[in-house]
Each structure stands twice: as structure tokens, then as C-alpha cells.
């Protein structure tokens, strides 16, 4: 049976929905003096604190999330000489990128690009299978607000209590409480801006410099910028940096159809909703007692028995306050919970739902990241110790010797990616017979050098060769450099002014 969604059928919120809440903030905000004007004022957003399988979830990830990206810096990988022992480390001074045994140069950017675009191809998979799973759970903005609104509840209590505190008079108790709030939260704040720019500079030699004032410039701008946007952001902002700054939920629905899981009201099972009273019967009538409980929960004071919508990040709370209420009632769990349209669709037409995970869409995405992925591996695993740039002298581009021979300059510009020094050989290939000479070395056939670990060794080269062997003004030729039992060549032109002989 083919299932046609027809959204317009849905159940409209009645008059009342939201109301409490609404009329709450609507109270405050006259208070303050809003109303009026071009743009409505924010309404302000009480999320009640709720209990359940989904907050305990988000409580775990939030103190995961927060330990990796604090304790990162720390974590130390033993590197030879003088290289850098932090393990995750983007050193701009030394112009590296360490991730433990893996060591990036300016020029592997390609790994980079490869690693965001792996990033992106995951976020994709994950939210056309699964909804908005990084914004619920992963996301630093929700992770950061979980966690001031935790401090928030922490000196100002739950959600009726901060609504009555702002709507109070000054008074010592409500300064106290709103001034140990804004220094938590600045607290907060610092210790995640310190923590980033620990990603930049060796933790422990930083962290020493900081606080004696010998810090680079830079540490204290962007410890100081990251605390204002944290401050900003998590602890006033919150909900607008979702739904105004942030461009992934108008990008995400591209990603979503019918069959992706989303936090998901199941209207076929709560329509036609009301007020209810213990010991009523519940023939004729739907599960949802229009408690609100969903709405107050809500981080993003939406009401979800709307249907899918912009701001529904998929935290999943409103799943746990309504199945608290369930559970008070005595009805069955579920209410709201992880569904797709397509499911509440079929149900809706007494049909067992279909939860289909593979199709077109998740396919493509599948088979993309692994190919990238792949590449990715195949590019690591295979990368090469050193590698060769030649650069040819312009001017002047080539000079005749005494003898008759034909001199070129060029500048080798060597890499050794290898924390250990490594003997290498340079050779000259494409022009018969032709010697190199450094600066104060004899010509020979070979150039013998040590290059530094982890160095980029420049070396200046002539390259000699006989006009017998020259048969045009410029030949392609190549240097190449042996060392390790690999040989890695940098393409060249040898210029000889053959054409200029009279």
C-alpha cells in the first residue's frame, strides 16, 4: 500500500497550546517594557529540568565531550629532539599539524579537506537516517547551554523558580544569585577559551607563561574572544544561535525525507487531545491530555505536536516529560518518541510501519564516505618520508664555461618528514653525463647530504653538461633524490641556448 503524507491533515494546536508558557514570558517582558516596535522582543525560555532515559543520555555525553576537549591538550606522545610532546597539537610556529603519530605539512592540506569532507558526508549519513542527532547531542552550542543552564538552575532553581526570581523586585537575594550565575558562567567561558588555545601552543609551557604575562599576543586575544562568545552565546543567546546563526537547520532538511527518525509526535495515537480526570474512560478520545509538558521542556520553547520544525534540535526531552506523564496517567510509553512520518502515516491507516534505512539517499552518502575514506586511508598509509621541489635559476638561465660547457643553477628544496636524520643521494637525470656541484664540492655524479628530521633542507645545485650532449635549447629533465630505499623525482628543464649557436 502506497502512503500519501498529507501534512495538512495534522492537528492544528488549539487556541491554548503554549499558552503557559507564553503568557508567563508575555508577563516578564511587559515588566521590562517590551512590546512594540519593528521586530518582537525575544521571548524568554524556561526549560524545565526533566528525568529520563534521553537527559541521562545527554548528561553522559556532556560530561564525555567536555572531558575529551579539556583534557586533549594534555595528553602528551614522546617525539625525537626538539619536536613538540603534545599528542593533538597545530603547531602555526613550526608550520605542523601533530595527531599522535601522524605529522601534516602545509602542504598536505589535501588531508585536511579530506578529513572535512569525511566529517560532512558523516553528518550527512547520520542525519538522513537519524535526524538532527549532532544538534541534540554533540553540537559545542548545545553542549555548552546543557551546561550553563545547569549552573542557571543551580543558583536560581528549576523553571518556576527562575520565573518568579526575574519577575521580582531587586532585592540581595536575587543579586546574589544573578551575580554568582554570570561569574560561573564567565568562569565557564575562560576555562574553554584557555582550553582552545592550548590546542595551539604546548599546554604546559603555555599555561606557565599565561599567568607571568610572557604568553604570546595572540593567547590572550583569543582566550579572551572564546570567553566572550562562550558568555555570549551559551548563556544569553542560546536558542537564537540555533535558529538565526547557525545555516545547518535550513541545510538539514535537503538530507531528511519521509523515513528518517526524528523526535516525532505521534498524532495517530494522541489525537483528539484534552483535559482528562482520573477515572474517565479513554474510548473516543486521544492520549495527549494537552499538559504541556513537552512545551516547558523544550529548550527551544516549541511546541513538537506541531509537526517537524526548524527549531527542533531532536534533544529528545520532550520525549522524557511526556513519558513521565504517560507513566502518571497510566497510559503506554511513547507519545512522543524517535519515528518517521512515513511510520505515524502507516500506522494512521492501521498498517504495521516499514522503517526503511537503506535507500537511495543513505546509499549515496554510504558509498561516498567510504570511497573518501578509503583515499584517505590509502593517502596516509602511503605517504611518502620526503619529497623534492626544484626551483631553476631565471637570470641569468644558463652560463657558458671557459671549457665550453653549459652550466645551469637550480635550488633543491628537500623534505624530510621523518623524525630521524636520513642520508639521502641527488642525481640528475635526462641530459647524458651531466655532473652537480655544490658551493665549495667538487663535480660529481651524485650529490651525497644528510637531511635534518622533520626539516626542510634547501640546497643550491649546478648541474654541468657537455654541448655534445645538449641537442636542443631546453630539454625536460628531473632531479632525483634516493633515500630509505625510495626515490622521489621533481620534474626540471635544463636550458643549453643551442638554438642561439651560430
Known amino acids: 500500500m502506497t502512503v500519501v503524507i498529507d501534512r495538512v491533515s495534522k492537528p492544528q494546536p488549539t487556541p491554548t497550546s503554549g499558552s503557559a508558557p507564553v503568557s508567563a514570558a508575555a508577563r516578564l517582558r511587559k515588566k521590562r517594557g517590551g512590546g512594540g516596535g519593528l521586530y518582537s ?3 524568554p525560555i524556561y526549560p524545565k529540568l526533566v528525568h529520563g532515559r534521553w537527559r541521562a543520555i545527554k548528561w553522559a555525553l556532556l560530561i564525555v565531550m567536555l572531558t575529551i576537549y579539556y583534557v586533549t591538550p594534555w595528553i602528551r606522545w614522546e617525539r625525537p629532539g626538539a619536536l613538540p610532546d603534545q599528542a593533538i597539537l597545530v603547531d602555526f610556529e613550526g ?3 601533530y595527531f599522535f603519530d601522524i605529522q601534516l605539512w602545509p602542504q598536505e592540506v589535501h588531508f585536511i579537506t579530506g578529513l572535512l569532507v569525511i566529517s560532512a558526508l558523516a553528518l550527512f549519513l547520520v542525519t538522513a537516517l537519524f535526524g538532527r542527532l549532532w544538534c541534540g547531542y554533540a553540537c559545542p552550542q548545545t553542549v555548552w547551554t546543557d551546561l550553563f543552564i545547569y549552573v542557571e538552575r543551580a543558583f536560581e532553581g528549576d523553571r518556576n523558580a527562575r520565573m518568579r526570581l526575574d519577575a521580582s523586585p531587586w532585592s540581595f ?4 544569585r544573578k551575580v ?7 568562569a565557564i567561558g575562560f576555562a574553554t577559551g584557555g582550553a582552545w588555545i592550548f590546542y595551539f601552543h604546548d599546554a604546559p609551557t603555555l599555561i606557565r607563561e599565561y599567568w607571568v604575562g610572557q604568553a604570546p599576543a595572540t593567547a590572550y586575544i583569543f582566550s579572551l574572544l572564546l570567553t566572550a562568545t562562550t558568555y555570549v552565546f551559551a548563556g544569553h543567546m542560546r536558542e537564537q544561535v540555533c535558529i538565526y546563526m547557525c545555516p545547518w537547520p535550513r541545510i538539514q532538511g535537503a538530507m531528511l525525507d519521509h523515513h528518517s527518525l526524528q523526535v516525532t509526535y505521534r498524532y495517530d495515537r494522541g489525537e483528539p487531545r484534552g483535559p482528562h480526570k ?3 474512560a479513554w474510548e473516543g478520545r486521544g492520549d495527549c491530555i494537552d499538559c504541556h509538558a513537552c512545551v516547558v521542556a523544550c529548550p527551544m520553547g516549541i511546541d513538537i505536536r506541531n509537526g517537524a520544525q526548524l527549531e527542533c534540535i531532536n534533544c529528545a526531552l520532550c520525549i522524557d516529560a511526556c513519558d513521565e506523564i504517560m507513566t502518571r496517567i497510566g497510559r503506554p510509553k511513547g507519545l512522543i518518541g524517535y519515528d518517521t512520518d512515513s511510520a505515524v502515516a502507516e500506522r494512521q491507516c492501521g498498517n504495521t510501519p516499514r522503517y526503511k534505512f537503506v535507500r537511495p539517499r543513505t546509499v549515496y552518502y554510504a558509498v561516498a564516505l567510504v570511497v573518501v575514506s578509503s583515499l584517505m586511508l590509502w593517502g596516509l598509509s602511503h605517504r611518502r618520508p620526503i619529497d623534492m621541489h626544484a626551483l631553476r635559476d631565471r637570470n641569468p638561465t644558463f652560463v657558458r664555461l671557459h671549457d665550453g660547457a653549459i652550466r645551469n643553477g637550480y635550488t633543491l628544496k ?7 636524520p636520513m642520508p639521502v643521494e641527488v642525481r640528475f637525470l635526462g641530459v647524458a653525463g651531466a655532473r652537480l656541484r655544490s658551493p665549495g664540492q667538487p663535480a660529481s655524479d651524485a650529490l ?3 637531511l635534518e628530521p622533520n626539516e626542510v633542507t634547501a640546497v643550491r645545485v649546478f648541474v654541468i653538461a657537455q654541448p655534445q650532449a645538449l641537442a636542443a635549447p631546453s630539454l625536460p629533465s628531473a632531479f632525483a633524490v634516493t633515500g630509505q630505499g625510495l626515490t622521489v623525482k621533481a620534474k626540471t628543464t635544463f636550458l643549453s641556448g643551442a638554438a642561439n649557436e651560430l
Open 414 to 420: 628537500i623534505a624530510n618528514r621523518s623524525f630521524e
Open 41 to 43: 522582543p525575544r521571548t
Open 278 to 280: 482520573k477515572g474517565q
Open 448 to 450: 651525497r647530504l644528510t
Open 173 to 176: 537575594n536575587k543579586i546574589w
Open 180 to 186: 554568582g550565575k554570570h561569574l560561573t558562567w564567565l
Open 95 to 97: 608550520a605542523r599539524f
